[in-house]
């Protein structure tokens, strides 16, 4: 039962970090194996926004989709997304966003998930964990080209 936990500082504001990951109509421009998505409904309660999201995943021949419900919390700088539908038995994920100055943060990311067939987790697992590890990395890179790097 695989989870990846990962905190990286970075050289952007919380709130820039944050927004990034919050946009998760961009994520096939630069997320690991994301080939698309699409938001399926967006609903606004206050300060909370629940997203529900389809999102296709492929690697060499491999294709699969799945469905999350993505809940954006900007008070508390958190980004929780849980399973719906698709290849896995169950996975749940946060992202949290801690200020630590003016012009950097730490991110904190994190993923618990397990496939539905034994088969699938023997021919995707280790693709999968690679790529969840990279996750923190490429929203850095993103915003790195997005809001220039901070010497």
């Known amino acids: 039962m695989p989870k990846v936990a990962v905190t990286r500082r970075v050289a952007h504001a919380a709130q820039e970090m944050f927004d990034l990951v919050a946009d998760v109509e961009r994520y ?5 194996l994301c080939e698309s998505l699409r938001l399926r409904s967006r609903k606004q309660d206050g300060s909370v926004e629940t997203l529900t ?16 419900r993505v809940t954006v919390v900007r008070p508390t700088m958190t980004i929780d997304f849980a399973y719906l539908t698709g290849p896995f038995r169950r996975m749940n994920g946060r992202w949290r966003f801690e200020e630590q100055g003016p012009r950097d943060c730490l991110v904190h990311f994190s993923v618990d998930y397990e496939f539905g067939s034994r088969i699938l987790a023997l021919l995707m697992g280790s693709v999968f964990d690679r790529a969840f590890r990279r996750f923190a990395e490429a929203f850095e ?3 790195d080209r997005i809001y220039g790097v901070s010497v």
């Open 28 to 32: 096939p421009e630069f997320v690991p």
């Open 53 to 68: 999201c389809e999102m296709s995943v492929g690697y060499k021949s491999f294709r699969e989709t799945f469905s999350t």
């Open 141 to 143: 890179a993103r915003a």
